[in-house]
């Protein structure tokens, strides 16, 4: 089944305990985002990573504290989740690009507000798409929320989501589920 990976904001200020916007324990989960991204690579699966990228005064800071704003260290993402053949696409009118890993920029929680992504997903014609990363209950859930419109099988490795809220995160993955995504585990995907 032709597959595509999402890896969901797994940037340095949601990661990592001095980020700016960190959900706890996330980076426990990193090296399991890198083994997901590792194995698309080596498999040939497309992998499509979302990136926060906000300007000094985006309108989003009026809600969340400021985070991954374009140019610093905690816009960036991890090196162990970057694969070395990428590209980016911005949220600006582009050209659709293609490489191993293609870094969806986006300054909304939704990553379909990219309007760029839409011409991509046509353009790779996946029938499943396995998505993991952070938030659960916000920029992971409406990524799954989008997607599902699509028809297709979606997973969501429950092994490699991390949450602000415990509960909210759980209660996101039984709502998703419900909706019609898989959950799985890393295990299952890569194993
Ligand atoms: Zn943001």
């Avoid at 400021?66 to 989740?81: D, W």
Wanted: proline share 6%.
């Amino acid at each position: 089944m032709k597959t595509v990976f999402f890896d969901i904001d797994t940037q340095n200020d949601f990661m990592l305990p001095a980020g700016a916007l960190y959900a706890p324990g996330a980076e426990l989960i990193l090296p399991v985002v890198a083994r997901l991204n590792s194995f698309a690579a080596a498999q040939g699966i497309p992998l499509l990573s979302t990136t926060d990228a906000h300007a000094e005064n985006d309108p989003e800071f009026q809600s969340w504290p400021a985070h991954c704003v374009r140019g610093t260290l905690g816009q960036q993402k991890p090196l162990e989740t970057l694969l070395e053949r990428r590209a980016a696409l911005p949220s600006s009118p582009a050209d659709v690009v293609l490489a191993p890993q293609v870094l969806i920029e986006k300054q909304h929680l939704d990553c379909f507000a990219n309007a760029n992504l839409p011409s991509l997903l046509a353009r790779l014609g996946a029938e499943r798409y396995v998505v993991y990363g952070v938030v659960t209950e916000y920029c992971v859930r409406f990524a799954v929320e989008g997607l599902l419109k699509t028809g297709k099988r979606i997973e969501v490795v429950t092994d490699a989501v991390r949450t602000l809220n415990p509960q909210d995160g759980a209660f996101t993955l039984a709502t998703l589920a419900a909706g019609g995504a898989h959950l799985t585990t890393v295990d299952r995907v890569a194993g």
